[in-house]
């Protein structure tokens, strides 16, 4: 059976996005030239492969056609000349991927690319905004949220990095050692956050996108090489606090793709041989002073060492999380302590804490804060309150699975006594 032009389309700017554009980047050095041409590649691949079928091989195909896009609109530019009396051959040169590379080696384009995104000269935001966008492919809506911030100034924020990389002729490259640790708070966000949207993304049906989450691992891998022989502890503690989560992944779903919560997942299908290699490094990460990652890969080997959800120790967690919440202060980290807290001493301690960040107002179109309050209000037996925070966690939520579970618990609320 052929395969499905459409599903080939998708699964391509899934699995490939960021290395077709930082081939692209590196073949032209203009990261909107990149992004626009890559896009109208894909735009062009829907149509014709349905014509023609999908290409034996789709990514370069990609490639190829957005090497053509690129170059049209260059031919409407002066810069084409520059390139081609440069380079006579440049416009019929094909692109030839780089093979596979051994951890050891020097690392491929999306390391450049990220790198330079993460270019001191930017904002951290910035840094990280502008790699989930041109590595991770992730929409400007989905950057939007991982900062909580609104979609246009996101928009307004990645549109100033790409033109400040081009007039500043920041080079697509990797820096030099001594360059490194004013580089690396950046980068290790950008990892993460390409981690967090494969673990749980922002919209549509899958819980989990595997895709990014492998890349991010992948990176998380790299990167730790590239620094080697002595890595810092915080990109080792990146790297443990990744497979721990992923760890779990088979679990979070049930055979009917319906979100199973941490405490009734089925823990003989965690990986057992990535947390051992998760175990390992998070004891590495914590021989010094603690860093934030390094805090919550500890957070996270809790959950993963107990066999049961019983034998989770929650004080333990709580303290590592006061210890977070000291170190890098922010209304997400105090939600998630809020939720240890009632594990460890009960609903209404969480939910005085819950609503305390409530009337904040800095989470107030963050769809877990509702959920998180509303299993409060569910475990006090405040139905009709409970019921109203998964009304508004469900209009909030984005993901189909998601949306799925506070259905399932907006229901069950509702039969019950108000």
């Known amino acids: 059976m052929l395969p499905n032009p459409n599903l080939a389309v998708d699964e391509v700017y899934r699995s490939d996005w960021g290395r077709i554009v930082a081939t692209l980047i590196r073949q032209f050095g203009d990261f909107e030239l990149a992004e626009d041409a890559a896009q109208e590649a894909f735009t062009a691949a829907v149509d014709q492969w349905r014509t023609e079928g999908v290409p034996d091989s789709p990514r370069a195909w990609i490639i190829q056609t957005a090497k053509h896009k690129a170059i049209d609109r260059l031919r409407r530019q002066t810069r084409l000349k520059e390139k081609l009396e440069a380079d006579p051959d440049f416009a019929s040169e094909p692109i030839v ?11 491929d384009d999306r390391l450049r690319l990220i790198f330079t995104c993460c270019h001191p000269a930017l904002s951290l935001e910035a840094q990280v905004g502008l790699t989930l966008r041109t590595l991770g492919g992730l929409q400007t809506d989905e950057i939007a949220r991982a900062f909580l911030v609104p979609t246009a100034t996101m928009a307004q924020r990645l549109v100033r990095a790409k033109r400040k990389i081009r007039d500043a002729g920041i080079p697509f490259s990797v820096p030099d050692t001594s360059e490194m640790p004013e580089r690396l708070d950046g980068v290790l966000t950008a990892i993460y956050l390409i981690f967090t949207e494969g673990y749980a993304p922002t919209r549509g049906e899958p819980l989990v996108r595997a895709d990014l989450c492998a890349e991010a691992i992948r990176m998380g891998r790299l990167l730790r090489s590239l620094l080697h022989p002595k890595p810092p502890a915080e990109a080792t503690a990146l790297l443990a606090l990744m497979l721990l989560h992923d760890s779990r992944r088979e679990a979070r779903l049930d055979e009917d793709n319906n979100l199973v919560v941490l405490e009734e997942q089925d823990r003989t299908l965690w990986n057992r041989a990535q947390i051992d290699e998760a175990l390992t490094l998070v004891g590495e990460a914590l021989r010094g002073a603690p860093g934030p990652f390094a805090l919550e890969a500890a957070i996270a080997a809790e959950h993963c060492k107990a066999l049961r959800a019983e034998d989770t120790n929650w004080d333990q967690i709580v303290a590592l999380y006061d ?19 009632a594990m460890a001493k009960g609903p209404q301690p969480a939910l005085d804490l819950i609503d305390e960040l409530a009337a904040s107002g800095e989470l107030d179109d963050y769809h877990l804060l509702h959920a998180a309050r509303a299993d409060m209000l569910r475990r006090l037996g405040s139905n009709y309150e409970a019921a109203a925070s998964y009304e508004t966690a469900l209009r909030l939520a984005g993901n189909d699975s998601e949306r799925r579970f506070l259905e399932r618990r907006l229901n069950e609320i509702r039969s019950l006594p108000q």
Do not use: F, H, K
């Open 97 to 107: 991927e780089a093979p596979g590379l051994d951890w050891g080696e020097i690392p």
């Open 323 to 341: 210890l977070l919440v000291q170190l890098m202060p922010s209304p997400i980290v105090s939600l998630n302590r809020a939720v240890a807290v």
